[in-house]
């Protein structure tokens, strides 16, 4: 069964950093488009990083480009968003995602439409003050 469980979220001020964890079971984040997606109240789901290791490519929103970077680490079965230089408009609710088997591609990761995303996790919070 596939599962996603993030962690790391909370409130920072502008400027700090944060590192958000999800963890991944049931499949092997390696072999998954796997992507970080945020939600703000009033506002769509939109996407943030996206990372495939198979095939060693990543993509950013313009709005992080230079501030976060994704990395996966197959041992740990783990993908982590770094997040640095936060801004209040960072604030929103964080969500893993994971393509279904198969579905995996750097088109994927380079188009970051949530709905190539099947998996998704309960998400975590991050709260930026100005």
């Known amino acids: 069964q596939v599962q996603l469980e993030e962690s790391g979220g909370g409130s920072v001020q502008a400027g700090g950093s944060l590192r958000l964890s999800c963890a991944a079971s049931g499949f092997t984040v390696g072999t998954r488009s796997m992507g970080w997606f945020r939600q703000a109240p009033g506002k769509e789901r939109e996407a943030v990083a996206t990372?495939?290791?198979?095939?060693?490519?990543?993509y950013f929103a313009d709005s992080v480009k230079g501030r976060f970077t994704i990395s996966a680490d197959n041992a740990k079965n783990t993908v982590y968003l770094q997040m640095n230089s936060l801004k209040p408009e960072d604030t929103a609710l964080y969500y893993c995602?994971?393509?279904?088997?198969?579905?995996?591609?750097?088109?994927?990761?380079?188009?970051?439409?949530?709905?190539?995303?099947?998996?998704w996790g309960q998400g975590t919070q991050v709260t930026v003050s100005s």
């Open positions: 990372i495939y290791t198979g095939g060693s490519c990543t």
């Open positions: 995602a994971a393509t279904r088997y198969g579905g995996a591609s750097c088109t994927t990761v380079k188009r970051q439409n949530p709905a190539d995303f099947r998996y």
